[in-house]
């Protein structure tokens, strides 16, 4: 064990930084059991696959978040040994490491990255009793029924994409004048929605979607397969155009998007386009520069920097721990809301003396308006239901800056609807 910048960290974990520098992963080895009044979490990161344009800097706040926990004395005194690997967004690998932790390390719980390994496993996260904190918001992992060890920090993906399209119909579709023609004569808004068909994390939210659009009186075009490497979207597009999209949804992390869009813009198709959280940040603007005038998107926590309770620590952080890390974006902070969740619980449970899975779960359903900061709305888990908040701030860029769109609140607004939503 090497003791690092303020944090008790294996050789996995150490290597797991460099990779972060380096732009390579890791690669498993055996770690001793945790000494006394250390508490072991595994970490499952994606810093060298397809979605490794956001999860790089997602990886790097776990770390941050986790040094920072122990240089403020840990959680009741005990200190987090964190243990990061890099998975290259490969669902065996991913379950592998998963053993490893759970066999080897002894870890109380795991800090996870994509939808498919997190789904695929959630049923041995069930059976084992260990607390599951993804970066998947998938909305399959909301219903504690089927998946009660599963847990994030945000709204849910299929949360996130009815309130975009819900957002994007009250304030564009009914109040810009490019369409005053179309709805004066009683015409339908149009949507086409382009993700990766294979891979889980772009499909999740796509039911639900579809049934949103047309509960609001869309026509749904055909679909578009881009995959998550896409360097050239301008078939899908084309396809696309024959439907005429009045708005189109983006389903893949940033840089797949970013192609996605430039094409469209270079083959002129007419449509505004709509954004998944993965996809939408910093990174989108730096792609695409001015084409990105107009994008509208999904924000689960405060873009980095933003002048919000907690900030000031992720930035401190950040130059404190890995300042060779220059361009941090919202994946950092939203890294640290789903540290800071899995935090509250450590300490809630270690108080109880029930510092293990079922005692963390408890304290995480326990958790009523748990306010985190981070720009990141209160929030509320019990046994029933494990959407933490149905709150979603919807962006638009303009002048090359993310503002403020619409805050939607899908219970308040659809009350009657908001019961049948969870888990999918």
């Given at each position: 064990m090497i003791k690092r910048g303020g944090v008790a960290i294996t050789i996995v974990g150490l290597l797991a930084t460099l990779a972060l520098a380096m732009g390579c992963g890791p690669q498993a080895t055996p770690a001793a059991p945790a000494p006394a009044g250390e508490i072991p979490i595994g970490a499952i990161m994606d810093?060298?696959?397809?979605?490794?344009?956001?999860?790089?800097?997602?990886?790097?706040?776990?770390?941050?978040?986790?040094?920072?926990?122990?240089?403020?004395?840990?959680?009741?005194?005990?200190?987090?040994?964190?243990?990061?690997?890099?998975?290259?967004?490969?669902?065996?690998?991913?379950?592998?490491?998963?053993?490893r932790?759970?066999?080897?390390?002894?870890?109380?719980?795991?800090?996870?990255?994509?939808?498919?390994?997190?789904?695929?496993?959630?049923?041995?996260?069930?059976?084992?009793?260990?607390?599951?904190?993804?970066?998947?918001?998938?909305?399959?992992?909301?219903?504690?029924s089927k998946t009660p060890y599963n847990f994030f920090a945000a709204s849910d993906y299929s949360t996130n994409a009815r309130a975009a399209l819900l957002a994007w119909y009250e304030e564009i579709?009914?109040?810009?004048?490019?369409?005053?023609?179309?709805?004066?004569?009683?015409?339908?808004?149009?949507?086409?929605?382009?993700?990766?068909?294979?891979?889980?994390?772009?499909?999740?939210?796509?039911?639900?979607?579809?049934?949103?659009?047309?509960?609001l009186g869309f026509e749904i075009g055909p679909d578009q397969d881009v995959s998550l490497t896409a360097l050239d979207a301008k078939s899908q597009v084309l396809a696309a155009k024959e439907f005429?999209?009045?708005?189109?949804?983006?389903g893949n992390t940033t840089q797949s998007v970013a192609t996605a869009i430039r094409d469209a813009k270079a083959l002129d198709l007419q449509a505004d386009h709509l954004v998944n959280n993965w996809g939408f940040g910093e990174e989108l603007l730096r792609l695409l520069g001015p084409q990105a005038e107009g994008v509208i998107g999904i924000a689960v926590t405060a873009f980095y920097g933003e002048n919000v309770?907690?900030?000031?620590?992720?930035?401190?952080?950040?130059?404190?721990?890995?300042?060779?890390?220059?361009?941090?974006?919202?994946?950092?902070?939203?890294?640290?809301a789903n540290v800071m969740l899995l935090y509250e619980a450590l300490k809630k449970?270690?108080?109880?003396?029930?510092?293990?899975?079922?005692?963390?779960?408890?304290?995480?359903?326990?958790?009523?308006?748990?306010?985190?900061?981070?720009?990141?709305?209160?929030?509320?888990?019990?046994?029933?239901?494990?959407?933490?908040?149905?709150?979603?701030?919807?962006?638009?860029?303009?002048?090359?800056?993310?503002?403020?769109?619409?805050?939607?609140?899908?219970?308040?607004?659809?009350?009657?609807?908001?019961?049948?939503?969870k888990g999918y």
């Open positions: 810093t060298t696959g397809p979605t490794s344009d956001v999860g790089k800097d997602y990886a790097a706040g776990i770390q941050d978040a986790i040094r920072w926990i122990n240089d403020q004395g840990g959680v009741n005194g005990k200190r987090i040994r964190l243990i990061l690997n890099d998975y290259g967004y490969r669902v065996p690998e991913a379950v592998t490491l998963y053993k932790y759970r066999d080897i390390d002894k870890v109380v719980a795991v800090l996870g990255w994509g939808t498919g390994d997190t789904s695929a496993l959630a049923p041995t996260v069930a059976k084992d009793q260990i607390p599951y904190i993804s970066a998947s918001y998938s909305g399959e992992l909301t219903d504690p579709w009914l109040k810009d004048d490019r369409f005053k023609a179309e709805r004066e004569a009683g015409k339908k808004p149009r949507i086409v929605m382009f993700y990766s068909f294979p891979t889980p994390y772009s499909s999740a939210p796509i039911k639900a979607l579809k049934e949103f659009a047309q509960l005429n999209p009045h708005v189109i949804w983006h309770p907690g900030m000031d620590r992720v930035k401190e952080a950040a130059q404190k721990y890995n300042p060779a890390l220059k361009e941090r974006t919202i994946r950092t902070v939203q890294a640290w449970a270690d108080a109880a003396g029930q510092l293990n899975g079922p005692g963390i779960r408890a304290a995480i359903e326990s958790f009523q308006n748990l306010d985190i900061g981070l720009g990141v709305p209160p929030l509320t888990y019990t046994s029933d239901d494990h959407r933490p908040t149905s709150q979603v701030r919807i962006y638009i860029v303009r002048n090359g800056k993310f503002e403020l769109l619409k805050l939607v609140d899908l219970k308040e607004k659809f009350a009657d609807q908001w019961p049948k939503w």
